[in-house]
């Protein structure tokens, strides 16, 4: 039986081990001492949700302009904007389709990647492929055009971000998985595959004009949707410390720290279900989430409890963002990453309006500091310096420096506590900080 407190799972992301998440538990019995229970350095009630990824690059540079290439006939999250040959991309793709030999498509593709430099996540099953990965520019695109040319995922829409630290990656893990994506009990029993059971997708402007409908509910709609009389739910279907640095205006905050969790539409409990108690035959559901692929798989679990009127945001808010701008959107977008954090600026900097710039960086503040509530404009994400703690939580520069880059009180008596770090740099492993003398605590 686990202790409250700062029993949680670590998520440290550090140089060489960016991701997946390190799983291990806090060996601290509780990280509010019982004599702490009093103070201006006391956590939220829901402290030490799972702690997450380590901060990264809070945004990437801008995309110098090149000559066009073969490259820029993909579907990618920045045509006619990536970098020269021997700079870094991120690519993300997945596409739905059968796959009788799961096991020799693997072959095939470790077979054309074999002395290319990408780095990143690809997953290959009897329901398709999930990709997300980095290298350098001609590397990365290499794959995907080829890719591409296999008529099983000629039609893939493939979502192209920058770097500009390298790899966004520790290292290649291309391998069979049962499921692409992780959800409690596991998805090869969903019809994936089957367009009819997932959601209606919409294309970015079709998107764009249901948040309008929505803001303007009172009003006729257009001619393309024309149920007037219809409900509307906006659902975001990530975890709860994404929405934190970015959401739609509108979305309500899931109550999810780990997608695999989530049980939307399935429970009765209105203060944690979003869909508790709606009406399924007369309400619109639009999900969103970053690339597209959560929302394709859960919305197959909601059509089968009932659910008639899903709809997606087609590529996620990535491709929203590249095609959209950052209209009806607040803040940064989360991704799963070294960078950790990305301006609506990074998908398509030529195609953002000054004055949707402005706005984006008004909006910006909606964000709090997880220790004292106050207002932060800063969208980045660091961990707590307690390595046995771990949590991902956003802070102002005031409570970094007087809890020395902790979480809280508690956290800054931790045996296994590591320097604050400035700015976006990211912890290292921890022997480089054990021999450290750390100065006392001196806050109590």
């Known amino acids: 039986m686990r202790m409250p407190g700062c029993c949680v799972r670590a998520s440290a992301v550090l140089p060489g081990a960016h991701y997946p998440f390190a799983r291990r538990w806090c060996a601290l019995p509780q990280c509010r001492p019982a004599a702490l229970t009093s103070g201006p350095f006391l ?35 920045l045509d006619g904007g990536a970098q020269a040959d021997g700079e870094f991309l991120v690519v993300n793709f997945y596409h739905f389709v059968p796959i009788e030999s799961p096991l020799s498509e693997v072959s095939k593709h470790l077979t054309f990647l074999q002395g290319r430099d990408i780095h990143g996540r690809i997953y290959i099953n009897e329901q398709g492929i999930n990709a997300q990965y980095s290298g350098p520019c001609k ?73 309008q409908d929505m803001d303007n509910a009172d009003e006729p709609l257009s001619k393309d949707f024309p149920n007037h009389d219809r409900k509307f739910l906006l659902l975001d279907v990530r975890n709860g410390y994404e929405w934190d640095i970015g959401h739609f205006k509108g979305a309500q905050r899931p109550n999810v720290d780990c997608f695999r969790s989530t049980t939307f539409g399935q429970s009765e409990l209105t203060d944690s279900d979003p869909l508790a108690g709606i009406e399924k035959e007369n309400t619109d559901i639009l999900m969103y989430c970053t690339g597209g692929i959560r929302c394709d798989v859960y919305s197959t679990i909601l059509r089968q409890r009932g659910f008639q009127n899903l709809f997606t945001l087609s590529g996620g808010v990535s491709h929203y963002l590249k095609n959209e701008g950052p209209a009806e959107w607040v803040g940064n977008l989360f991704v799963f990453d070294s960078r950790l954090s990305l301006p609506p600026s990074a998908y398509n900097p030529e195609n953002v309006a000054e004055g949707e710039i402005e706005m984006s960086s008004e909006n910006s503040t909606f964000a709090s500091c997880y220790i004292c509530r106050s207002h932060i404009s800063e969208l980045r994400h660091r961990n707590c310096a307690n390595l046995d703690c771990n949590l991902l939580f956003l802070s102002c520069p ?11 009180l508690g956290c800054t008596y931790a045996p296994r506590r590591r320097p604050a770090l400035p700015g976006s740099q990211r912890y290292k492993k921890w022997h480089i900080y054990r021999d450290l003398e750390m100065p006392k605590n001196s806050l109590a």
Do not use: N
Request: aromatic letters at 6%; one cysteine or more; glycine letters at 8%.
């Open 43 to 77: 956590p939220p009630t829901s402290h030490h949700l799972p702690g997450r990824l380590e901060v990264g690059v809070p945004c990437a540079q801008q995309l110098r302009r090149r000559r066009p290439s073969r490259s820029d006939g993909l579907s990618s999250g």
């Open 139 to 211: 590397d990365a695109l290499a794959y995907a055009e080829w890719l591409k040319e296999d008529d099983h995922f000629s039609g893939i829409l493939v979502q192209i971000s920058p770097t500009s630290r390298g790899h966004a990656f520790p290292q290649l893990k291309l391998r069979y998985k049962p499921s692409l994506v992780q959800l409690e009990g596991g998805v090869s029993h969903l019809p994936l595959i089957d367009p009819a059971m997932r959601a209606i997708p919409l294309s970015p402007s079709e998107w764009r004009l249901r948040l």
């Open 398 to 408: 005031i409570c970094v420096e007087e809890l020395r880059g902790c979480c809280c």
